[in-house]
């Protein structure tokens, strides 16, 4: 029997992650905050909760975050750990009757796990759902634990608010769940929303822990989907590659809402590249400057397209820095990530950004499958001869759904057993390849020796 119910309090949660590392992610999680704001839209009692946010403590400089840190291993095996008490206060003082969390990555599948315990030690009548990339892309897998009690894959707001109402379980689309012991039931797939505009702004005023906007840029989405096929990115499979774009008038109507009752000044586009479609980028960034509010943003970006004529443009509407997708400097590196750039296309990139006086992050990614030390080393070269404002270094490291992770099958590798949570891209181990040694990690980081990841 598919038993249904209306949840009319409902508390979704990012996990924490940084941390447990001695730093935090003060950022605002833009897929909850858009939940969020379809809950309660529709007369749910929602709050939005970022157990991975707290005042107490700035963020970790890299090479803190790159050693070999054995604190999170600690934590999920302390019950009594302040993170695991701060979660079990909050669940207590919202009473919720439905708890929601996303698994961002692989790495903090094992967190959201303890989050769910702790979640059902407090009331085991809370019913738990999981969504995230990590859920998406491995439901049954995901759903076997006894403490999830739903999955919902892809784009969340449709079949949140419909559980939430109390709809037939059978007839929500993208829901997995269990009707009996033992047996899960993945319903078919929702179609992806078509008209963007017609979402709510996400509801920031229902977030816990509130975002300082003079401390950090504000986050906002003006596209779905990404075509590529970079083969460490799941992107795809949860966005589709068909690219969704929301009409610039909505885009630019979410900043003047923010800017004017907020006092929000500082945004930060996170759409997987912010130029993927030329003629689009062009249309906003003249729709930011026609509105002559005084802001400014940073995105992340492709190296191609960008030409001076849009570069120029994203520097006059407000842009201060790029966050280029380089990953390597080797030719044959880029082939088997399947980036689909070359390095002098890099280098155009770079230089043409130098010439219009815009900062850029460079994007490094070492340690793919059949790297070799001295492959490694272009990239550290090329990102010397570069010398951009800021490297941003992550190792490969395979997230499931990822063509990555099919490899590492391929090699017969294995995450060794109760350690997969000390790898993710900015940790000190690396999974597929030998090669990443310590010390050429440390080159990467001396190369942001006297800068400063600010982006005024």
Not at 187 to 215: A, G, S, W
Request: proline content about 5%; charged content about 25%.
């Amino acid at each position: 029997m598919q038993a249904t119910k209306l949840y009319k309090r409902i508390l979704l949660i990012v996990p924490p992650f940084y941390r447990f590392l001695g730093s935090r992610n003060n950022w605002i999680h833009l897929g909850l905050s858009y939940i969020a704001a379809v809950l309660n839209q529709h007369g749910h009692y929602v709050r939005v909760y970022n157990a991975d946010a707290t005042e107490r403590a700035g963020e970790a400089p890299l090479d803190k975050i790159f050693e070999e840190n054995k604190s999170l291993r600690e934590a999920l095996r302390s019950p009594k750990n302040e993170i695991w008490n701060e979660i079990r206060s909050t669940v207590k003082d919202l009473a919720p009757d439905m708890v929601g969390i996303t698994i961002v990555f692989s790495v903090t599948r094992k967190i959201v796990e303890k989050i769910a315990e702790v979640v059902k030690n407090q009331n085991p009548n809370i019913k738990v759902v999981v969504g995230g990339p990590h859920a998406t892309l491995a439901p049954e897998d995901t759903l076997k634990n006894p403490n999830f009690d739903f999955l919902v894959g892809g784009e969340g707001e449709t079949p949140a608010l419909e559980l939430a109402q109390g709809k037939s379980l059978s007839q929500i689309k993208s829901l997995s769940w269990k009707p009996s012991e033992g047996t899960i039931v993945h319903n078919p797939q929702q179609k992806m929303i078509e008209n963007l505009d017609e979402l709510p702004f996400p509801n920031f005023e229902l977030e816990l822990i509130r975002t300082d906007p003079k401390e950090n840029f504000i986050p906002i989405a003006a596209t779905r989907g990404c075509p590529f096929s970079c083969v460490f990115c799941s992107s795809p499979r949860i966005w589709g590659k068909k690219i969704r774009f929301r009409s610039a008038e909505n885009v630019i109507e979410e900043i003047k809402y923010r800017h004017d009752t907020y006092g929000v000044r500082k945004f930060y586009f996170s759409d997987d590249n912010f130029n993927i479609n030329r003629e689009y980028a062009l249309s906003l960034c003249n729709a930011i400057i026609e509105s002559d509010l005084d802001i400014s943003w940073i995105c992340e970006a492709r190296v191609i397209p960008l030409d001076e004529q849009l570069v120029t443009q994203m520097k006059a509407a407000g842009c201060k820095r790029v966050k280029l997708g380089v990953e390597s400097g080797n030719d044959r590196i880029l082939r088997l990530m399947k980036k689909g750039i070359t390095v002098n296309q890099v280098r155009k990139a770079a230089n043409l950004l130098r010439k219009v006086g815009l900062p850029y992050t460079f994007y490094a990614l070492i340690g793919m499958p059949t790297e070799t030390r001295e492959e490694m080393i272009d990239t550290l070269n090329l990102c010397k001869d570069l010398d951009p404002d800021w490297c941003s270094l992550s190792i490969a490291t395979p997230q499931v759904g990822t063509e990555l992770y099919e490899m590492m099958q391929h090699m017969g590798v294995r995450f060794p057993e109760d350690e997969d949570e000390l790898f993710f891209h900015q940790g000190a181990k690396a999974l597929l390849n030998e090669n990443v040694t310590g010390d050429i990690v440390n080159e990467f980081l001396d190369l942001n020796r006297n800068k400063t990841r600010r982006y005024e």
